[in-house]
Structures are given as structure tokens and as C-alpha cells.
């Protein structure tokens, strides 16, 4: 049976257990055996489970929750330029900052921050900034340009369109 792309092939029936494995670009093909595939799931490394950030007790969040992560070493560089700051996490390898959610709409991330819809990151983060007020929110922009300037990019919206 060959697959809707046509780029693979496999037995419906269980019976020929290979998978052949077609590059678009080159035109090659490559066969497969099920017992090579087994193996390869087996050796893909554990990835750790979700934890969503908690919002500490008293803050509401009428805007959604998100988060904004930056490896470590990036941390303190953003801090410094933010004018106001939510609540921010830190973990093993990464800080932190809850925005509204869909704060990623049009707005690409500069490298190497991660975007975490819903506040759900990996490992376990510890709070290590509290905001006064209910509000646990880093005003997005600012923190966009902080993360552009910590890391050397030009802000998305200043760059040269080509045609």
C-alpha cells in the first residue's frame, strides 16, 4: 500500500515488515527493518515530563498564561533591562517569564528563547521574583526587546523587507 505522499510504503497486513524511506531531494530510497526502527525509538532520549508554572496564591491571570524561557546565562541580561517584571522562574537551565497568553502572535522569539504556550515547561522551576500587585504579567514588548538586545538580533519589525 503506498502512503497518501507516496513517500513511503508499508505492508497493511503486518506480513513485509519493511518501511522504505524515500528523500525528496536526492530521489533515494532507503529500506528499513521494523526490529532498526524498534531499536531507534528505544535509544530516543526520555524527555522530561510538563510542569506548568504555578502562579503564586492571590495573582489572577484574566489574560492567559504563557511563558517566555532564556537559558541561564541570559538571565541576569534580561533582568536588567526590563523596566517592570512579572513573576519570574528559574530552573536548572532556564529562566522564566510568565506574559499574556498568545504573546508569541507575529512576534518570532529571538534564538535561543523558547516560547511555552500554556506556561508548561520542562523540569521544575522555582519562583525567584514576585511582583507586588495581583498581576503576575512581564509586559511582552519589553521583554522581546530586552531578549533582542541580550542576544544581538534586530528586533523583528526593524529589519529590511525584500521583494
Same mark, same amino acid.
Not at 502512503?3 to 533515494?28: F, I, P, Q
Not at 506556561?119 to 522581546?144: D, E, K
Given at each position: 500500500?503506498t !502512503? +497518501?505522499?507516496g513517500r !513511503?510504503r ?9 518501511l522504505?524511506?524515500r528523500?525528496? #531531494?536526492a530521489?533515494?530510497?532507503r *529500506?528499513? !527493518?521494523m526490529?532498526?526502527?524498534?531499536r531507534l525509538?528505544r535509544?530516543? @532520549? #526520555?524527555?522530561? $515530563?510538563?510542569?506548568?508554572?504555578q502562579? /503564586?496564591e492571590g495573582?489572577?491571570?484574566?489574560l492567559g498564561?504563557d511563558?517566555? =524561557?532564556?537559558p541561564?546565562?541570559l538571565? /541576569?541580561?534580561?533582568?536588567?533591562r526590563?523596566?517592570?517584571? =512579572?513573576?519570574?522562574? *528559574?530552573?536548572?537551565a532556564?529562566?522564566w517569564?510568565?506574559v499574556p497568553?498568545?504573546s508569541?502572535?507575529a512576534?518570532p522569539?529571538p534564538?535561543p528563547a523558547?516560547? +511555552? $504556550? =500554556?506556561?508548561?515547561?520542562?523540569g ?8 507586588? =500587585?495581583?498581576?503576575?504579567?512581564? @509586559?511582552p514588548?519589553?521583554?522581546?526587546? *530586552?531578549?533582542?538586545?541580550?542576544t !544581538?538580533?534586530? /528586533? ?5 523587507i525584500t *521583494?
Amino acid at each position: 500500500m503506498t !502512503g +497518501a505522499t507516496g513517500r !513511503g510504503r508499508h505492508d497493511a497486513r503486518g506480513s513485509g515488515r519493511r518501511l522504505d524511506v524515500r528523500s525528496e #531531494a536526492a530521489g533515494s530510497e532507503r *529500506a528499513m !527493518g521494523m526490529d532498526t526502527l524498534v531499536r531507534l525509538q528505544r535509544r530516543r @532520549p #526520555a524527555t522530561q $515530563p510538563l510542569h506548568r508554572l504555578q502562579v /503564586p496564591e492571590g495573582m489572577t491571570v484574566p489574560l492567559g498564561c504563557d511563558a517566555v =524561557g532564556v537559558p541561564d546565562r541570559l538571565g /541576569p541580561l534580561v533582568v536588567s533591562r526590563l523596566p517592570r517584571l =512579572g513573576c519570574v522562574y *528559574a530552573d536548572d537551565a532556564y529562566w522564566w517569564w510568565i506574559v499574556p497568553s498568545d504573546s508569541d502572535y507575529a512576534l518570532p522569539w529571538p534564538a535561543p528563547a523558547q516560547y +511555552a $504556550p =500554556g506556561a508548561l515547561v520542562r523540569g521544575t522551576a522555582r519562583l525567584i521574583h514576585r511582583p507586588g =500587585g495581583t498581576a503576575p504579567y512581564t @509586559p511582552p514588548i519589553p521583554l522581546y526587546l *530586552a531578549l533582542c538586545r541580550a542576544t !544581538g538580533t534586530t /528586533p523583528d519589525w526593524s529589519r529590511t523587507i525584500t *521583494a
